[in-house]
């Protein structure tokens, strides 16, 4: 099997979202897995280019009906979320906890928690909400809890945010293949076309 | 005939040129007409968001190969060019000067200004260049000349810059039908599909 494809996103980027319901049916069109990787883009986040999209952007009204449109576009539910944005580092980390353990529940509980927050309008930033995801899939409440405080885990998180800046990620959704990023769900095509032919 | 396409752009906006490539043939496919309106996004630009894309993250190593790339999915000849950003206050003048006298005249003048940069590397900023690229039109170089100077143009200009900003514009390309905005060449698909069958 060929490479798998790199997926990072921060479970409070609608764009991420909108890429979370569209890569696998992707990758699989092409007979690539894809792996999940939970990020935090906040202020600790210091990309190589030294450039984020400033979060102002992201709260004006053009970018609320552009990602209302966009999923209408596509197709994929989706209510502009209250409050927004939210911190995020919760989620990552049990996402990320799940991932080494579990791969399949951790893209389960990342789903949940992207739909919970873009759909059901549910602020995922409170670990209780986040318990109640994990507990619809099955997961011990208690495992799970104790991962929110577990020093291990929160190094597990840092380590990946670390990885992922030193590959050049500096936004949400960013995939990566044979070495080469693509930014934002608009890029879908083009990474769609590399697994077709190739670099082009 | 159904009302025009609005389209916004930089004369140094890369995404700008390659939705110049791809906009008229979009807008024949439905009947309609596009009206073309060069802006420069410079630090007198405030949009009313209050937010610019930081001129940083175009000149990061991501972009450029995202506009390579860009334009070789799309088919469109594209070279990086340097120097990059450039002054586009002068093309920009030239542009709306000839629009009043003569759309067809300024469309073509506007190709001709960013083949010139995006293609050809040459340096749009530079007056000789643009009276170049003026000549090779038909156009009268004395004429031309003298529009760069004139109060009247540069005011002509301003009015258009404040225009754009009234109506919500904050970047290159830009697009507004029927009041509804669409920002970047990533949104020709959603403009497309508006055309197709109204707002959704």
Known sequence: MSAPIDFYFDFSSPYGYLASEQIEALAARHGRAVMWHAIVLDAQFQPQGGVKIPLALLRTEYARRDCERSAAFLGIPYKTPTPYPVHTEHAARVFQWLSDRNPDEARAFAHGVFRAYFVEGRNIAEVAVLLEIAATLGLDREEVSNAFSDLATKA????????????????????????????????????????ETGPF
Do not use: H, M, T, Y
């Open 156 to 195: 597990r998180l840092k380590a990946e945010i670390d990885l992922a800046e030193a590959r050049g990620v500096f936004g949400s959704p960013f995939f990566i293949v044979e070495g080469e990023g693509f930014w934002g769900p608009d890029r879908l095509a083009q990474l769609e076309r590399w697994l």
